[in-house]
């Protein structure tokens, strides 16, 4: 317990039940990687799971988060996944000076290396040409948790994948209809979307028997892109245990429709292409896929991918539209296209993931990033010059495999 002499203020640091957590959670804004479903996701890969709180005097929550855990050199390494949340109307500084206090005390009696969190506040927004719009002044903000033992990992631009994204893509779609969106796109995606409707593809969503179809696209965007894949039992793992909340989607091209259309010169296509599909056994062909997954008010493309043969198909587009209209059937406020680099620099290799996505108008948001909170610091620079020597070696052994 914690008394502020000053304000005359009692704050209490605890740990709650699951039970507990998903009592207090809808009265916060969260994203879903902050949901207990998510941490079922994790357990499979060997992580372990905490609840934490700060209450008031009046036992009413002003902070929750899920923090989740791992073995990291015979110690732990903890990490509050787009957390911690915070209640409006608490005494942000008050509240968090407290929690990271609180928190530092309990982990060092857990055999903790550190704390990593990198909680959901923007720091500035930008229009679809990268142009800052709004700033929320989170400099001193991110100063002060600096002040209080934090360690900002930086205004980072790029992709890693030892944190969430900094920068994310998103549209507001709260009160609007897809035709209200088209309005804001520009003529390349608007081109594309139509050049989609004109093919026989239909969206449906992952079943047990198609997982392994799913996995297949995933895998070969990945070797394209030259980064390593998600395990079938990953995706498995996904689908089973975010089930009320996700939606794991394949595109199709419908197979006698698609011949009928060439039969009767509706379109042309790629001879080697439609050799591939006029061999393939199956009636409905999967060429493109998506993971989906929505909160309290956002929903969320996680990422996707499509065989490089079928691009002429714009199958990403027509996913894409049947999600932003399931989104906005949802009530959902927020379309999140997910992370893109911060980088608006038009030919760089980041650039091509921001050029598709501000296609459909919307903005940019940039998040204050990710912060340590050291807990043993001996175990703490060997984790963290360790780790990154470890990824090196990782990369280059990928790279070699692949030549």
Not at 36 to 41: I, R, T
Request: charged fraction near 30%; hydrophobic fraction near 35%; charge should be positive.
């Amino acid at each position: 317990m914690f008394k502020n002499k000053k304000r005359g203020i009692t704050l209490q640091f605890k740990i709650i039940t699951k039970e507990e957590f998903l009592k207090y959670h809808d009265d916060f804004d969260y994203n879903f990687y902050q949901n207990p479903l998510w941490s079922e996701v994790k357990k499979k890969n060997g992580w372990g799971s905490l609840y934490t709180a700060v209450f008031d005097a009046k036992n009413k929550p002003l902070l929750i988060s899920l923090v989740l855990s791992k073995k990291v050199l015979g110690k732990y390494l903890y990490y509050a996944p787009r957390g911690p949340l915070l209640k409006e109307d608490a005494n942000r500084k008050e509240v968090y000076a407290f929690y990271l206090t609180e928190i530092k005390k309990y982990l060092k009696t857990q055999n903790a290396i550190l704390f990593k969190f990198d909680p959901l506040i923007e720091y500035t927004k930008h229009d679809k040409e990268g142009q800052i719009i709004s700033d929320n002044n989170e400099q001193e903000f991110v100063n002060f948790l600096k002040k209080n033992g934090a360690k900002h990992r930086g205004f980072t631009i790029g992709y890693t994948d030892e944190a969430q994204f900094r920068w994310s893509y998103a549209l507001d779609i709260k009160n609007k209809t897809f035709a209200d969106l088209t309005k804001d796109m520009n003529s390349r995606c608007k081109r594309s979307i139509k050049k989609a409707e004109k093919y026989p593809l239909v969206v449906k969503d992952v079943t047990d028997k198609t997982i392994k179809d799913f996995k297949n696209i995933m895998e070969s965007t990945a070797e394209r892109q030259h980064h390593g894949d998600r395990t079938l039992s990953y995706y498995q793992t996904l689908k089973d245990k975010l089930k009320d909340i996700i939606r794991m989607c394949l595109v199709y091209i419908d197979k006698e429709k698609f011949i009928d259309d060439i039969n009767n010169g509706k379109y042309t296509i790629d001879e080697k292409v439609l050799e591939d599909i006029k061999n393939d056994k199956r009636d409905m062909i999967p060429i493109s896929a998506g993971i989906f997954i929505f909160d309290k008010d956002r929903f969320n493309y996680v990422y996707g991918g499509t065989y490089a043969e079928y691009f002429p198909f714009m199958a990403p587009y027509k996913m894409q539209e049947e999600m932003i209209k399931y989104a906005i059937e949802k009530k959902m406020s927020y379309y999140d296209f997910g992370g893109i680099s911060g980088n608006f620099t038009p030919g760089t290799p980041e650039y091509g993931v921001y050029e598709y996505k501000r296609g459909y108008g919307g903005f940019v948001i940039e998040y204050i990033g990710e912060f340590d909170l050291v807990i043993n610091k001996p175990y703490y620079l060997a984790y963290k010059y360790g780790l990154g020597v470890y990824r090196t070696f990782r990369k280059t052994v990928y790279k070699i495999r692949k030549n």
